[in-house]
């Protein structure tokens, strides 16, 4: 429910509970014979035992109608006591109307202070018992009701507000007459909270939703009404005393008038500025969702890209591995002649450009093998023998400002070097006239309001800005300059990938990157990079020493037949025994019919039949200790199905010869590694086992 509603409808509660106490304060009065009870106020009108009993029934009515959301039972005494409040009117207007006394105005108290039909309620109470009970019954009907049943509301409000005016002003024909019994100040007073009451039942239906509004229309006309009711009983009540007091009535009309154009004024003035800062509040909201929509259509077109730049780059490395992998077979072969060794020279140089250009695709399309350690990139940018000194020209002027405390960050080194270089380089070759490079770092909180826009996750991260005073961009520029091969450098300059793998790589790490430019101003790049607690921890030297794997038998699922066969040939080369699968299925009959060992499962990620991990996990079932290299790239299905580098070994397409080697032996070191710490827990569990069997014996 909205909190307009719920305000609404704690009114209708706190009146049901009013008119339920007036009514038993009244009838307390009748019942002991005092006569303030009766009155509530000193020398005023008593308010009749039936009009008390009226008012304690549409008070039950409406809070059994307030309960009655929970409980569908509670409509049926609701319709009960509103029966009875339109019966106690019906019958006494039937004894108005003809001069009948139908034995109901002292039913249940004398009435001693009345000579002419005591104890009978006025013709207007009477009446507005009728229609009031009537609106009551109305709303146990439900919404088709609700706008008849606050018509009615209505009309019972507005006769006691009459009545009250008439007692305020001094003005008796107002709330009675000469002949009947006149209408009670108090009477006054519960219909008017009893009509408040009924229209506040149900705020969002019928007439009364304008005010149950939160929008401006709704505050407007919750003012207005409250001031067109209030401001004008105050300001006849101060005419009356000074006509009272100065006997001057030009005086008094003139004061009245004053009175009246100051306080509307001074609503309308209020109601403007209300209205202005609702349509400004507006415009500003309006303004932020087409930002999002602006940054959801943005996001949704780099996702787009992403996957097909991923989806051409992993085919074109399939294509790439085969060129390359036999150029390097012929340049091993010591019969290939000069003049054509240097022919496969300038193809393998191709290869390897057109190597790098993937690369740098599946960069952007969030698909390289990542891996992240925590890392302190104060130390990576201050390195004094890193590449940054070496990038920037003398005529640039190089400052940083690195937070002394910062956190360490979650990422690939290389990956980090890769932001950096790309960055500079961009950053240089917008100053060709030189000009200033600054690089800060600070610590930053990501909270969950911001999260969504940046598209990272909550929480701790390092912000790295990379600010210069170059050429700068413009708008349209701006919306594109993380789309592949869009460069605004000249014909052979740049290929238009280095900002594309910036983003792809800080995306892929859980990070975010912005810019702010201005055409002449410079920009600034924005990366957040996620933080860790874990210290940064210091490189050691990687041993170049790797277990030889000659003899070993490798099994080869591969869907590309030309890879295929180059890796065949290549691990033939190598010493190696290499069992060929072109998909899952075929890989799984080769593992439970192949009689011998098989020490490697070498299988591509991506594959159309069944995926590289799920192959890994059926071999793994079949047999436990072999090792496993997955060649291709990791990508979201693969995170997702919880494989990772700490599992299994990685190369990425395209690979040479050597890199493969040197992966292939890495992973059977790991396997062999595996299958002795095995077989010592086995020994271990088997001496344990025997030592207990010993001791029960």
């Given at each position: 429910?909205?909190?307009?509603?719920?305000?609404?409808?704690?009114?209708?509660?706190?009146?049901?509970?009013?008119?339920?106490?007036?009514?038993?304060?009244?009838?307390?009065?009748?019942?002991?014979?005092?006569?303030?009870?009766?009155?509530?106020?000193?020398?005023?009108?008593?308010?009749?035992?039936?009009?008390?009993?009226?008012?304690?029934?549409?008070?039950?009515?409406?809070?059994?109608?307030?309960?009655?959301?929970?409980?569908?039972?509670?409509?049926?005494?609701?319709?009960?006591?509103?029966?009875?409040?339109?019966?106690?009117?019906?019958?006494t207007l039937m004894e108005y109307l003809f001069h009948r006394d139908l034995k109901i105005?002292?039913?249940?108290?004398?009435?001693?202070?009345?000579?002419?039909?005591?104890?009978?309620?006025?013709?207007?109470t009477a009446l507005n018992f009728f229609v009031a009970g009537t609106a009551l019954l109305l709303l146990t009907r439900g919404k088709g009701a609700m706008k008849a049943a606050q018509s009615l509301a209505g009309f019972v409000g507005l006769s006691a507000l009459l009545a009250i005016i008439g007692y305020l002003y001094g003005v008796p024909l107002l709330y009675g007459s000469s002949r009947y019994a006149s209408m009670g100040l108090h009477t006054g007073v519960g219909f008017f909270v009893?009509?408040?009451?009924i229209l506040a039942y149900s705020p969002h239906q019928g007439f009364v939703a304008v005010l149950a509004t939160p929008r401006p229309a709704g505050w407007l006309a919750r003012k207005l009404l409250l001031a067109a009711v209030v401001f004008p009983v105050i300001l006849g009540l101060i005419a009356i005393h000074v006509f009272a007091l100065l006997?001057?009535?030009?005086?008094?009309?003139?004061?009245?008038?004053?009175?009246?154009?100051?306080?509307?004024?001074?609503?309308?003035?209020?109601?403007?500025?209300?209205?202005?800062r609702s349509e400004a509040e507006e415009e500003v909201a309006k303004e932020a969702l087409a930002a999002s929509e602006r940054m959801l259509q943005h996001s949704q077109k780099m996702e787009a890209i992403g996957l097909l730049a991923g989806g051409v780059a992993h085919d074109f490395n399939n294509l790439l591995n085969v060129i390359l992998g036999y150029s390097e077979l012929l340049l091993s072969d010591l019969d290939v002649s000069e003049s054509q060794r240097r022919k496969i020279e300038k193809i393998r140089k191709a290869g390897d450009t057109a190597s790098g250009l993937t690369r740098q695709l599946l960069a952007f399309g969030r698909k390289q093998v990542l891996q992240p350690k925590p890392l302190d990139l104060n130390q990576i940018i201050r390195n004094p023998d890193g590449f940054l000194h070496r990038l920037i020209k003398d005529d640039i002027s190089f400052s940083t400002s690195l937070y002394p405390g910062l956190m360490a960050i979650m990422a690939d080194p290389v990956q980090v070097e890769q932001i950096l270089l790309n960055l500079v380089i961009n950053a240089c070759d917008?100053?060709?006239?030189?000009?200033?490079?600054?690089?800060?770092?600070?610590?930053?909180?990501?909270?969950?309001?911001?999260?969504?826009?940046?598209?990272?996750?909550?929480?701790?991260?390092?912000?790295?800005?990379?600010?210069?005073?170059?050429?700068?961009?413009?708008?349209?520029?701006?919306?594109?300059?993380?789309?592949p091969f869009y460069t605004t450098k000249a014909a052979g300059k740049g290929s238009g990938l280095g900002l594309a793998t910036v983003y792809g790589i800080i995306k892929q790490s859980g990070g975010y990157i912005g810019v702010d430019?201005?055409?002449?101003?410079?920009?600034?790049?924005?990366?957040?990079?996620?933080?860790?607690?874990?210290?940064?921890a210091e490189e050691l030297p990687k041993s170049h020493v790797v277990p030889s794997g000659g003899g070993a038998t490798i099994l080869v699922v591969e869907d590309s037949e030309p890879l295929r066969d180059l890796?065949?040939?290549?691990?033939?080369?190598?010493?190696?025994?290499?069992?060929?699968?072109?998909?899952g299925h075929q890989a799984i009959r080769i593992c439970t019919q192949f009689s011998g060992s098989i020490?490697?499962?070498?299988t591509d990620v991506m594959m159309p039949k069944m995926k590289g991990p799920e192959v890994m996990r059926r071999v793994k079932q079949i047999r436990p200790d072999i090792g496993v290299l997955m060649s291709g790239y990791t990508n979201d299905v693969t995170l997702r199905q919880g494989i990772s580098s700490a599992d299994v070994s990685f190369i990425q397409k395209p690979f040479s010869s050597t890199e493969l080697t040197h992966k292939l032996r890495e992973a059977l070191a790991r396997a062999q590694d595996r299958s002795t710490l095995r077989q010592r827990l086995g020994i271990e569990m088997e001496r344990r086992a025997a030592s207990l069997r010993a001791e029960n014996s």
């Open positions: 429910m909205h909190n307009h509603d719920s305000q609404f409808r704690t009114i209708a509660r706190a009146g049901a509970i009013f008119l339920v106490l007036l009514g038993a304060t009244v009838l307390l009065g009748w019942l002991f014979d005092v006569g303030l009870l009766k009155s509530l106020l000193p020398g005023q009108v008593t308010m009749k035992a039936n009009t008390a009993i009226g008012f304690v029934c549409a008070g039950l009515a409406l809070a059994f109608l307030l309960r009655s959301d929970s409980s569908r039972k509670l409509r049926y005494p609701a319709a009960l006591t509103s029966m009875l409040t339109l019966l106690i009117g019906v019958s105005d002292q039913l249940c108290f004398i009435d001693r202070s009345e000579l002419i039909c005591p104890g009978r309620i006025s013709h207007i009893l009509s408040i009451s006997g001057d009535m030009s005086f008094m009309v003139a004061g009245l008038a004053i009175a009246q154009i100051v306080v509307f004024a001074g609503l309308i003035w209020i109601s403007a500025s209300r209205l202005d917008s100053m060709p006239n030189g000009g200033k490079l600054n690089i800060e770092t600070e610590n930053v909180v990501v909270e969950q309001p911001q999260a969504p826009r940046f598209g990272v996750a909550p929480g701790p991260f390092v912000r790295l800005n990379i600010t210069d005073t170059g050429s700068g961009m413009d708008d349209e520029t701006r919306a594109r300059i993380f789309e430019s201005k055409l002449g101003r410079g920009t600034c790049f924005q990366i957040y990079l996620p933080a860790t607690r874990l210290a940064a890796i065949f040939e290549t691990l033939e080369t190598m010493g190696y025994t290499a069992l060929l699968a072109q998909d020490d490697l499962l070498l």
